[in-house]
Structure formats: structure tokens, C-alpha cells
């Protein structure tokens, strides 16, 4: 097994961990909560006034983010988290409030 990397017994990944990337394919769905709502604790900031959901694309083990700014949140996330963050930005228009 020369030159490949070993994860440990009982995790299981998708696609093999990148050396360097503050995130990984392994993140659990508890941490991808925890960076989902941290785009909403952030009181005032740019991304967080453009957002229309957050929640968690479990099989994708992303953060789906819910715009209708796609192009601009992407931009926001990247600056903000880098370019490996494991958000899928996708267009939605905002609900109604009943």
C-alpha cells in the first residue's frame, strides 16, 4: 500500500482525503450543522443577508445554501472558508411567511 493514504478502521469516505484541505470528504454531518449555522450566527454579514436556507446535503456531505445570489455567495463562502469548503450553493427563492 506504498503512497496512499490510510483511514482509519470504521470511517468511511467518498472519495480519498486531500492532504492540506482544512476540510474533508469525512466531515460529519454534526460539523457541517455547526458550518451551516455559522453562516447565520454571523450577525450582519454579507452572506448571511443573502441567504435564503442552510441545511445539510447528507449524501453530498456538503452545506446546501439556499440564494438567489448564487454567483456572489459562492465568491463570499470561497473568501471566507476557501475554495475546498464543503458548501453546495444552489438557487432558491425566499419563502413566504405565513
Avoid: Y
Avoid at 482525503?17 to 451551516?36: D, H, M, N, Y
Amino acid at each position: 500500500m506504498r503512497g496512499r493514504l490510510r483511514v482509519p478502521a470504521g470511517t468511511r469516505c467518498a472519495e480519498p482525503v486531500r492532504i492540506g484541505s482544512p476540510f474533508s470528504r469525512c466531515t460529519r454531518k454534526a460539523q457541517l450543522w455547526e458550518l451551516g449555522e455559522s453562516l447565520l450566527d454571523s450577525t450582519g454579514s454579507p452572506v448571511e443577508r443573502l441567504i435564503n436556507s442552510v441545511g445539510v446535503a447528507v449524501l453530498r456531505n456538503e452545506v446546501e445554501v439556499g440564494t438567489e445570489h448564487v454567483a456572489e455567495v459562492r465568491r463570499l463562502l470561497a473568501e471566507r472558508f476557501g475554495a475546498d469548503a464543503p458548501f453546495l450553493v444552489v438557487f432558491e427563492k425566499p419563502g413566504m411567511l405565513l
